[in-house]
């Protein structure tokens, strides 16, 4: 891969995000287990959402495709079905065209929700592989000298191309993360938001809110997992529309509430395909007796909080509490704190567009994580809301995670006996690819409640598992 492609590819990647969405609400625990409550959804055409997820203008700016063609090589065999304008550009990205006929390639919702596993492409898994340690600013200066050089900033190309500059400067060194395969996108979210108006969503030069200086990670999610959820995130914090939520990435480069508004009456769409999606079969032998065994075990100890599978599944929708599940902390303090870091977005957010009525998103700050649904978990590695632990068994026995650890980020690299990745255990960090544990947010304490399970009721469990 060439420095050209590297670069380009890293830019347009790290500008898509998932959205977090707002009225704060007074917790009223009774346990330690909040129920979260359904709220109703919009639904549409399943085939017109995938069409529009894959070939649609919901980010309507990018780099102009001749000078695109010229740093990137075409995808002889493309890996998801497209149209043939975009057949030979890779999945994570759309061609797009404004009304002045210019042609664009431009980030989509693939770069955050698609990854390979086990040597096969899977739309709709997180993404655990791509690289937000780089400060993006250098590398987006050259790109911006480059279109104006090869096309002049009294052109089209340069109009069509500076809704993409605008944000991409804004966010330039503002997403390292301290290692590759985590995702930045709360702070993601904060940088945007910061610099739109919340009632015309225009995009102002310089930002209007405080931004925080942290970058707390997070895994990326499958999206299977959504129909079962009735609520999006690991903070539960997305309630209310959850197309709302999905179609926010346009904030990247959307002109103002005209363009929010085309947008939204396609992601009902968009989410109704989501909710067709089923995890990819586990694909090795599957030890059908000692899974059995461990289905006996997990109902006992862990379908209170992750539900059942089978013919009678159910799942809980539980919001646990801090000190039960007692996992790194940040990423919910950022929202519940009595000063929280994300406050002016928390604010920002219950005064926009994205939070009035018809098709409200609500943004319902609790604190704790989501106990989340199972389903697929073999491929979803690795684990915890910040991804700081390598393999399931390493989750259910907390003694032996690493503190340091390397994983090769090749996705044939798997662990069919521990469900994960194989990893390096190391003394300290010594790359971007060293996952550090010590560092704030990066935590891998917490969910002990595989710790008081024998050795073979952990494999029992595991076994399952792969049946999920």
Known sequence: ?????????????????????????????????????????????????????????????????LLYQSLNPKIDQPLVSRNPENKNIPPQFTLVTNQDGVKMVAPNCLTCHS????????????????????????????LNMAVSSVYGKDSKEWKAFEPFMQSSKAL???MKTEVKGINPADKLTAVLVAHRDPKTLEWHKDAQLEIPEAVIPTDVPPWWLLKKKHAM????IGRGD?????????LLTMHGIDEAKEIDEKFPDVFSWINTLEPPKYPET???????????????NCSGCHGTYGKNESYPNYLVALDVVKTDPELSNAYTLDDPIYKPFIEWYSKSWFSQEPHAGQLIIEEGYVAPPL??????????????????????NSPQRPTYWKRSYDSKDYNFEKLGWHYETLEAKNDKGTYDTTIRGYGNQGHYFGDKLSSSERSAVIEYLKTL
């Open 115 to 142: 990854e390979y596993i086990n040597g096969e492409f899977v739309v709709g898994l997180g993404n655990t592989s791509f690289d937000y340690t780089n400060d993006l600013t250098a590398p987006n200066t050259l």
């Open 172 to 174: 330039g060194g503002q």
């Open 286 to 300: 599957v030890d059908l007796n000692k899974a059995q065994s461990g289905e006996v075990i997990f109902n006992k």
């Open 1 to 65: 891969m060439s420095k050209l492609l590297t670069f380009s590819s890293l830019l347009m990647g790290i500008l898509l995000f998932s959205y977090c969405s707002s009225t704060r609400i007074e917790a009223d625990m009774q346990g330690k287990k909040k129920f979260i409550p359904p709220s109703e959804q919009r639904t549409g055409d399943a085939d017109k959402g995938f069409e529009y997820l894959l070939n649609g203008n919901y980010v309507s700016s990018g780099i102009p495709y």
């Open 233 to 236: 995130f690991y903070t539960a």
């Open 375 to 396: 389903d697929g978990i073999w491929a979803s590695a690795p684990y915890l809301h910040n991804g700081s632990v390598p393999t399931i068994e390493d989750l259910l």
């Open 242 to 250: 959850f197309s709302k939520f999905l179609m926010a990435s346009s």
